[in-house]
Each structure stands twice: as C-alpha cells, then as structure tokens.
C-alpha cells in the first residue's frame, strides 16, 4: 500500500475495524442468505469507497452501490472486482461501458431502454436493476402502464434483469404509515413483473433503516449505507438501533499557534468576538474551504478532553478557539469523535448546522487527507494534494 504523508495538523481518522464490526453486525442481523450491499457512494460517505469497500466485502458485504458511473468505474479501476450496482441514470451512450467493465444499471424506463439499444455494441447483455418508484418520488417506473411498455422493451441477450428494487422515503420516522403504504406498492409492482414473466434473482428495498427495523421485509438483499459508516439513519431512530455499532469516522487538528490577547481584544473577520478577560486563544489549521463550515462559529470542539469554544468567524483555512489555559503549540484538537469519555459527535454537529449525519461526512473536502487505522495502527494516508 502507498504510504504518504502530509504537512498540515489537520486529519480525518476511519476506523477501519468500526467499518469492520459493523459490516459484520449487519450481516449477523439479517436473515440468513440475505445480501448486503454496500453503499459505497459519494466517496464512501466521505469515508473513502476504496477502503470501505474493501473492508465491507471482507467483513461478508458481497456488492458494492455507488450513485453513479464515474464512481463504479473508480472503484474498479483500482481493483475492486465484486459487483457494483449504479443508483443513478446512466447515459444511455455509457452502456457498453458499463458492460466492459461488468457494471450493473438502473433502469427505469422504456425510453432509456430504447437508447440503450441504439448504443449498444458489446455481444454480452447489460446487467439491469429495475427501479420501481413507489413513492420516494425521485427515479423509478410508477405505473402499471409504463412498465408494460418497459418490459416489452426488454430483448432477452441485450438485456439481462438481474434485479428489482424500491427505496424508502421514510423508513427512519416513527410513524410507519407511509413506510407500509410503499412496500405494499413494491409487493403489487414485483407480483405484476413476475406475472410478465421475469423472474429477478435479487430484489431489494432496505436502506439502513428498513434492514434495522423491518427484518421480515428484507426480500433477498438490503443495501446498507449509514449504519455501516456506525452512524444513525436519524435522530428519532437513536434508541431503535438492534446491532452494536461504533463510528469509524473522526475528525482531528493540532494547535498551529497560541496567544494572550487582553479584555476588549477582538478575533478574526468582522471583529465579531471580542474578549471579556485576558484570554489564550489558540488557532487551528482547519477552515471552510475544508468543510468545517461558518456555521459553526461558537460550537465546541475538544482540548484536553475538555470543551472549548470555537471563536469569532471560521476563515477559510484556520479558524481560533479560546482555551482555558495556555497549552503548548501541537496539542490536539478533535472536532468530530472522542477524547477519553467527552465526545462531539457527527450528530451534533448535524443538529448545530441544522441538518443530518449523513450529510456532515460527506462534507469534508479532499483537501483533508484520510488516515486509515487497522488494529490501533496507521495502515494507509490517502492526501489528494501529495504528488
Ligand atoms: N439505496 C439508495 C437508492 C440510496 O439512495 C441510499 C442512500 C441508500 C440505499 C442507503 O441508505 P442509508 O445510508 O440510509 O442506509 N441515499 C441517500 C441520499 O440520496 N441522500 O441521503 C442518503
């Protein structure tokens, strides 16, 4: 493994054994031949889809879903051979594409299926997930209608339909009314395909919070995202969690200079924060241009164990903090994750920035290197700005 470094104090630590223990957690909770899909989108949830997709497929994950083509590719190009589904709409003009490279499609309509044809070259047939779109609203075939006429489109040796699958828009809420309205749409979707005569070998509708909650409605696969990366599908399902779990993902910086500054002394843009006392102020390498966003002026991050305030306004490379008490350039900083029993965690910062867990961790820019830890060690340093 290529093993770099870099030359700022400020890191995302993954917990490669969290990844691990999770992975495995899941596939001991759901039914026995159950498939867990991995999803392994937007940079693995930030995390790094390479290293979580190998630590997932080991763990007993046996497919990989990325939201698009670019990703699948990346994933395959740096080795990874196990299938991967694409969540997205693909081009219809990528699809030889995705069949020299053994990607499989999303398919949801008949017009695509028609430009599909047209483009296609390879001999051997794309390898198809039907989307069926039962009140997420987003992509997927809706009526009974159109998917007549997408399955008069689908030529047996172009087209092979591997699967058929649904998602969730409110599998994380309490009320589970419109949870039980959609899977009972999927039920009436599947028994109509299968009365045309296809018979998918995997189907699938859980997202984390489905594979969590409703384990008699799983079918043959779920595809795990949040829960995997050991974070909650949402606040109110914070006490529904069946499985242990541990975050893999945190956040770190170091003390990069440290002042005395007196009563009426301001810090930063704006002169917006202006000291009380003499104060220390102590400033950090991380900024918005990182992903630590302006928002997130007076929320606290860790020194000493302790809770310190984040002072004045976030620039975007450095922000400041107010300690109290002088401590030596090079002390840590955590911003997301634990010092001893004090934790921030990516919920909190959610709840600050007034939104959800999932989108705190994909955040973070590329400009933050990556440090993998395996068994307390340092296994690997992903820094997108090394030569
Ligand atoms: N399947 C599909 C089609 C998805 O879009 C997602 C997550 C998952 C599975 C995994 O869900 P989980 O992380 O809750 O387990 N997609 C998104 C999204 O588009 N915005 O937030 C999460």
Known sequence: MEQLTFYRDTWIEIDLDSIYNNVKNICKHVPENTEVIAVVKANGYGHGALQVAEE???????SLAVAFMDEALALRHRGITAPILVLGITRPQDVDLA???????????????????QHKKTKRPVCLHVKLDTGMGRIGIREMGELKEFISCLDEGIFDVEGVYTHFATADELD????EEQYQTFRTMLAWIEAEGIQPRKVHCANSATLLRFKDKLFNAVRSGIIMYGLTPSVEMNSLIPIEKKPAFSLHS??????????????????????????????????????WLRKLQDFSVLVNGKRVPVVGRIC??????????????GT?????????????????????????????????????PRVYIQKGAVVEIVNHLAP
């Open 56 to 62: 997932a497929l080991t763990a007993g994950a046996s």
């Open 99 to 117: 069949v020299s490279h053994d990607i499989t499609l999303t398919a949801c309509s008949a017009e695509w299926l028609h430009a599909a044809k």
């Open 176 to 179: 589970t009314s419109y949870f």
């Open 254 to 291: 170091r003390i990069a200079h440290i002042k005395k500054i007196s009563k009426g002394d301001t810090v930063g843009y704006g002169a917006t924060y202006q000291a009380e006392a003499e104060e220390w102020i102590g400033t950090i390498p991380i900024g918005y241009a990182d992903g």
């Open 316 to 329: 975007m490379d450095q922000c400041m903090i107010r300690l109290t008490e002088k401590v030596p350039v």
């Open 332 to 368: 840590l900083v955590t911003l997301i994750g634990k010092q001893g029993d004090t934790e921030v965690s990516a919920e909190e910062v959610a709840s600050y920035l007034e939104t959800i867990n999932y989108e705190v961790v994909c955040l973070f820019s590329s400009r933050v």
